[in-house]
């Protein structure tokens, strides 16, 4: 099995299909993960006036 690090703590661990938490090496870094996109400590980078002309428009139509 190929080794990755977790996104979340750095450490090594395998690429297993039975991990039901990988990318994270555990439960707990895939729980820190969600908790710092929930804070929106993490994004995706984009514009974020092409989500508000998509917002305008579908206000349009309600």
């Given at each position: 099995m190929p080794e990755i690090k977790c996104p979340q703590c750095g450490e090594k661990s395998e690429w297993n299909p039975d991990n039901p938490y990988r990318?994270?090496?555990?439960?707990?870094?895939?729980n820190l993960d969600f908790i710092?996109?929930?804070h929106g400590e993490r994004h995706i980078p984009g514009d974020s006036?092409?989500?508000d002309i998509f917002s305008e428009d579908l206000e349009k139509f309600e």
């Open positions: 990318p994270f090496c555990s439960e707990q870094c895939k710092a996109w929930a006036q092409v989500s």
